[in-house]
Nanobody, 123 residues
Framework: VQLQASGGGLVQAGGSLRLSCRASGRTVTNNGMGWFRQAPGKEREFVASVSWNGRSTRYAESVEGRFTISRGYAENMMYLQMNTLKPEDTAVYYC?????????????????WGQGTQVTVSS
């Protein structure tokens, strides 16, 4: 399976962006999926995860209440709606597919990664 993330860009603080992740090659309907981000000079960190059926989600404390993860099964897609963006949200955002069907917060739980999309939030 290949994952392609898109939807990043430059936005002012307080604004919104919607990231998309398209899976191709095979279906990921049985896999948990997640979003991670990596800022310059920092390690990749967990942002959000969703289970195979979309019924379970988990968020990093820093984005809880502002970001929403969801899935579009018919399109083999995953989304991250980001609202009330802050300058500290600036990073390259990566989507990933987990080896299991549930939610997962560790990078080691994910087997396939997309190429990343840049999100820049200006103050």
């Amino acid at each position: 399976v290949q994952l392609q993330a898109s939807g990043g860009g430059l936005v002012q603080a307080g604004g919104s962006l919607r990231l998309s992740c398209r899976a191709s090659g095979r279906t990921v309907t049985n896999n948990g999926m997640g979003w991670f981000r990596q800022a310059p000079g920092k390690e990749r960190e967990f942002v959000a995860s969703v289970s195979w059926n979309g019924r379970s989600t988990r968020y990093a404390e820093s984005v809880e209440g502002r970001f929403t993860i969801s899935r579009g099964y018919a399109e083999n897609m995953m989304y991250l709606q980001m609202n009330t963006l802050k300058p500290e949200d600036t990073a390259v955002y990566y989507c990933a597919a987990a080896r299991s069907s549930g939610v997962a917060t560790s990078t080691t739980s994910y087997t396939t990664w997309g190429q990343g999309t840049q999100v820049t939030v200006s103050s």
